[in-house]
């Protein structure tokens, strides 16, 4: 069906070849032609009336890439509205071409065509404009774009059928409206032609200052329309430079030519890159910088109507997990074996959370996976890590950080899930790899082995909900002590066992060290909030405000504090260099907000009386009479308690006896037995689940 | 009549049977776990430098440059122990 044709031609201080490329589209046959000029002061006006377009004037203020264009479609009235630049001159068959591209399928919304250079263009524009068109249709015949195909859309040179336009409109950006145009009319399931036919003459010879310019413009353009961002790459532009030289050499070039274009050419390409790069960061330039940079003249984008575009980083969200655990649900756990729980080696699967230098929940974990290996069961590891705070070390990086820095663990550690082959039963670690421990397929049963109450590691948020939900989905929980286990049971409801914290007694022992009688050892982990170091700070500062003789020694983070009083720290230090000082000094002071920890049972066993809070989980742990002083929540009971522990021998004496045997029992031998029961609990509880149901299934195949 | 306890021991048999085949392919299925964890630690142990190194030397190998110098490392220490062998 013939169609009819309009082709606007948007206008300003054209005259260089405005005439030529009107005459060339009024020499293709019966077309509307639509001027719209926005101000020219050349003859621009005068060359349109004289080659009988329709002349539509706007003030130079008003016009928009987009929002001008969309005035030139509704003014016309062609089936088929072609775009061309002032400059673009179509070759003969241009119209032709895009009659056959929209012959091609009813569902094509636009076509467009290649750009050729004129005959004194720069060898290095002629050769990218040839190249890049040419890549449309190595073939030469018209070239498809479907929705997920090539989004290239040029309004130097290109046709819209009416309704596609009618649909979706160009946006009103400040440039690049054809290709967000292109990507739009595919994602709504329109078609795209190139057509090689449809040639304009038309290139951008400009010197290299001025095509930098121009690159700005066009990628601060696209970064606004697309959000992408170019890279500098300057090994980029010296192949550019390399392919010029080939095609000068192919396009019959003598070597005179080529010597007196090629410095220009590297500095057209360092050029673009450079005003590439600049372009797609101009928002952090200032307006003035950015008015001066580009071509057009134009400063930064107003900040009001829309924000800038941000590309879609990964395809994974750092909650991913979560999401998915909310829309599939649980993976089903494997159907449970007669016997399965008593049987050795288990096979213990745990996932656990990124770790750091002297993490002590960690050590807690691999001391007990070295115990259940002793106890003859099979582990492995699996480390989540979905912010990527291990960067790209591997799983065998993993497992030597684990071996040297924690417990020689026979398990491999395995970075990631994507190997997971599934296991008897699944641990989750962290409150994050709960939910990844719910999505593992292939387990008989799943435990949670929970070191502490962690939604109050988070201020009100996300994060401390979803920690708080963690002990209601159904994992069997182990948790670290008594306190603890009694807390998720009560405001949870969660079901399970605990273990009671090891102390490594060859390590931690009293010894042969002469005690001091002035020295507070602080464990001072400020980027653990629930640490309360600062209440330690000022507990310590009102001490020596009292005792001015007292000495300190800080422990457990490299970093300094920044107290006004003197003391010595010792950082993160290995087990035994710590257990030392433990025995050289006369009180520990670690807090804790939530569960109790390690440290207090170390400094026990080594002789040191300690103090912590009143009300808490180690005065529930470890109880008002045995080595820990216990102290009121603020700055003055704490010092008061230490100076207790300093000033009275026969206080000190109580407490440290008193200490050494409450923890003499304390062990991780005794520690793994224990989480090894409950393991095997979790597993017992699935085997009881499946006699429950099988007994059901009798009783209604009787009734039946 | 009679039939019956003898019908009801063959069950009990049966079942019997398959308890001791699920207990063994348990068993086995344990020892292969095993068996692959402990192999994947010792090949995480042996590969952690060229892991750290991030060196892929499948990759470095495809190169015929790479190839053709491995070759000649090889035949290099072939001729070494050649000489060690005639000397020793």
């Not at chain 1, 494997?334 to 750091?356: D, K, N, S």
């Not at chain 1, 993490?359 to 492995?380: K, M, P, Q, W, Y």
């Not at chain 1, 149901?693 to 039946?704: F, V």
Request: glycine share 10%.
């Amino acid at each position: 069906m013939p169609s009819t044709v309009s082709v606007v031609v948007p206008v300003k201080d054209g005259d260089q070849r405005l005439e030529e490329s009107l005459a060339a589209i009024r020499a293709q046959g019966d077309v509307e032609l639509i001027v719209i000029d926005s101000g020219s002061r050349d003859r621009s006006r005068e060359i349109a009336r004289a080659a009988g377009a329709d002349l539509i004037d706007i003030p130079p203020e008003d016009f928009g890439h987009g929002r001008t264009r969309n005035l030139g479609a509704e003014r016309s009235s062609g089936d088929l509205i072609c775009f061309l630049t002032q400059d673009a001159v179509p070759v003969d068959g241009w119209l032709d071409a895009y009659r056959e591209a929209f012959a091609l399928d009813e569902r094509v919304g636009a076509a467009f065509g290649p750009h050729l250079p004129h005959a004194d263009t720069s060898p290095m524009i002629a050769r990218e404009l040839t190249e890049f068109f040419h890549g449309f249709a190595p073939d030469g015949r018209p070239a498809v774009h479907r929705r997920g195909g090539l989004t290239f859309l040029s309004n130097v040179n290109a046709c819209y059928a009416r309704a596609c336009w009618a649909e979706l409109r160009f946006p009103e950006v400040a440039y690049s409206e054809d290709q967000a145009f292109g990507r739009a009319m595919l994602d709504a399931g329109w078609l795209k032609v190139f057509h090689p036919g449809a040639a304009v003459r038309h290139a951008h010879d400009y010197g290299p200052i001025e095509f930098a310019r121009r690159y700005f413009d066009e990628y601060r353009g696209l970064r606004n329309t697309t959000g992408h961002v170019e890279a500098l790459q300057p090994k980029q532009a010296a192949r550019e430079l390399v392919r010029d030289a080939r095609w000068m050499r192919a396009q019959g070039m003598g070597a005179g030519a080529r010597t007196r274009w090629l410095p220009r050419a590297a500095a057209h390409h360092a050029g673009r890159r450079v005003g590439s790069a600049l372009g797609s960061r101009a928002e952090r330039l200032p307006d003035g910088l950015q008015r001066a940079l580009s071509l057009e003249g134009r400063g930064a984008a107003p900040a009001s109507r829309r924000g800038r575009m941000v590309p879609g980083r990964g395809d994974r969200s750092q909650y991913e997990e979560i999401l998915r655990l909310c829309s599939e649900g649980p993976a089903p756990l494997e159907a449970p074996v007669p016997g399965m729980a008593e049987r050795t080696p288990l096979h213990i699967a745990v996932v656990i959370p990124p770790f750091g230098k002297g993490s002590g929940g960690h050590n807690t974990v691999f001391t007990l996976i070295d115990r259940l290996e002793h106890a003859g069961h099979t582990c492995s590891i699996w480390m989540y890590d979905p912010r990527g705070h291990h960067g790209r070390k591997s799983g065998s990086a993993l497992r030597r950080t684990v071996v040297e820095e924690f417990v020689p663990v026979r398990a491999p550690v395995y970075k990631g899930l994507d190997d997971w082959h599934g296991a008897d039963i699944a641990v989750a670690t962290g409150w994050d790899t709960a939910y990844q421990v719910m999505l593992l397929p292939h387990c008989r049963a799943r435990a949670y082995l929970i070191n502490d109450h962690e939604p109050e590691f988070f201020a009100t948020s996300a994060d401390a909900m979803w920690a708080a939900r963690t002990y209601e989905l159904g994992l069997y929980g182990i948790a670290a002590g008594r306190w603890l286990r009694d807390l998720l049971a009560r405001r949870y409801g969660q079901r399970g066992g605990w273990f009671r914290l090891g102390v490594d007694h060859e390590i931690y022992r009293p010894g042969p060290v002469e005690r001091r009688r002035d020295t507070v050892i602080f464990y001072s982990r400020s980027f653990t909030p629930r640490r309360a170091v600062p209440l330690g700070e000022i507990a310590l500062k009102e001490l020596k405000r009292r005792r001015p003789d007292v000495r300190f020694v800080f422990f457990g983070q490299d970093d300094e504090l920044g107290v006004p009083f003197d003391h010595e720290l010792l950082g993160v230090v290995e087990p035994a260099i710590l257990a030392q000082r433990y025995r050289e000094a006369t009180v520990g002071l670690c807090l804790s907000l939530t569960n109790y920890s390690l440290i207090p049972q170390e400094m026990l066993a080594c002789g040191l009386p300690c103090v912590d809070l009143a009300g808490g989980s180690t005065e529930a742990e470890l109880g008002r009479d045995g080595g820990v002083e216990l102290a009121e929540p603020d700055p003055i009971g704490i010092a008061d308690a230490l100076e207790r522990v300093l000033e009275h021998r026969d206080l000190w004496e109580r407490r440290s006896a008193a200490g050494i045997a409450q923890v003499s029992d304390a062990s991780w031998d005794e520690a793994g037995r224990q989480v090894e029961r409950e393991l095997r609990e979790a597993l017992r509880e699935r085997e009881r689940g499946m006699a429950l149901r099988s007994g059901e299934e009798t009783a209604e195949r009787e009734q039946l | 009549m009679a039939a019956e306890p003898s019908t009801g021991q063959d069950e009990r048999a049966e079942v019997e049977r398959l308890r001791a085949r699920v207990d063994e392919l348990e068993r086995e299925l344990a020892e292969r776990t095993a068996k692959a964890e402990a192999a994947v630690a010792a090949a995480q142990d042996r590969s952690y430098w060229l892991d750290r190194t991030q060196v892929d030397l499948n990759s470095v190998m495809r190169r015929p440059a790479a190839r053709a110098a491995f070759e000649a490392l090889l035949a290099t220490a072939k001729a070494l122990r050649a000489v060690k062998r005639r000397l020793g």
